[in-house]
């Protein structure tokens, strides 16, 4: 688990499928039946969770999928209330990861209410960060942004500080979503200086991208002539970069879509092209999300 927050997914990946195959799932289904917190059940599901959140940045989507739904069936076998509490958030997360603001929504909706009747309160902060995320959709982004700035205070009062970054960047999504880019800017700078504090990377590659989003976003009509299309270049390299390194496929895509985007604007189509079609070919024609979806289209569209 601490190498996939450092963003070492590949060797995560290795120490988490080895925990997995010397579990005892039958030990821990006995125990399910009357001895309360059992030390491994937290461990299997906390396992497989983390390992579709891994396998979502390999690239393995279907995959992912398939290990978050087996976590999420064994919590609800296990009935323990905090396990299933956090199998609950760990799979809205992924939803989250799957820009799924549905789904997102249904499950931080139920981690909200199970938390606050068991007193959680950290995965209630979580549950709420989740959901204000969920809400804000472009145009109506206000009633989201409130209730993450809310979360995000709950969740701090409880001292955690894995995910950070992670957070951060999803607070900047929605300031800016709710018109303050420059307040996003400035939280993007926060998670950028929190990546570097702490280590955890696992969501850097992303919080480059969107600082390059944003700063074409507060340049306006000007973005392609001004100085703000030069460093946002700089950043969506970084994020490739940092993408290509880590093998997280799914943000590598997001990052050849932001620049392909970029470059197509500035008149240099063939290259936007040839930064996506590569990674966006990488994934197999079946699998089918928000993200590929939407590098298809730009292909097509500059076909």
């Known amino acids: 688990m601490v190498l996939y927050h450092m963003g070492e997914f590949p060797s995560a990946m290795g120490h988490l499928e080895r925990a997995l195959a010397s579990a005892d799932v039958s030990t821990a289904r006995e125990r399910a039946a009357g001895y309360g917190i059992y030390t491994g059940q937290w461990t299997i599901v906390g396992c497989l969770a983390h390992a579709a959140w891994a396998l979502w940045f390999l690239g393995a989507i279907d995959e992912s999928l398939a290990r978050s739904h087996e976590a999420l069936t064994l919590a609800r076998e296990f009935g323990q209330p905090l396990h299933l509490a956090n199998a609950r958030y760990w799979a809205a997360q992924l939803s989250q990861y799957r820009r799924d603001r549905v789904r997102t929504r249904e499950l931080a909706e139920v981690v909200i209410t199970a938390s606050a009747k068991e007193g959680f309160a950290q995965q209630k902060a979580q549950g709420m960060l989740l959901r204000g995320w969920a809400m804000a959709e472009p145009g109506a982004a206000g009633q989201g942004w409130a209730q993450m700035r ?154």
């Open 150 to 303: 809310e979360g995000f205070t709950a969740w701090e009062a409880t001292g955690a500080g894995v995910l950070r970054p992670y957070y951060l960047a999803l607070l900047a999504e929605v300031a800016a979503l709710a018109g303050d880019v420059a307040e996003g800017l400035r939280l993007v700078d926060e998670a950028l200086a929190t990546v570097e504090k702490s280590g955890e990377r696992s969501w850097q590659a992303e919080v480059h991208r969107l600082r390059g989003e944003l700063l074409l976003q507060q340049s306006g009509s000007d973005a392609t002539t001004s100085s703000a299309a030069e460093v946002a270049e700089v950043c969506f390299r970084q994020a490739l970069a940092v993408a290509r390194d880590q093998q997280a496929r799914s943000l590598e895509l997001r990052a050849a879509m932001s620049l392909g985007r970029l470059w197509h604007r500035l008149g240099q189509r063939q290259r936007g092209t040839e930064v996506l079609a590569p990674i966006c070919g990488w994934f197999a024609d079946r699998i089918d999300t928000v993200d590929l979806q939407e590098a298809r289209a730009l292909l097509a569209a500059w076909a």
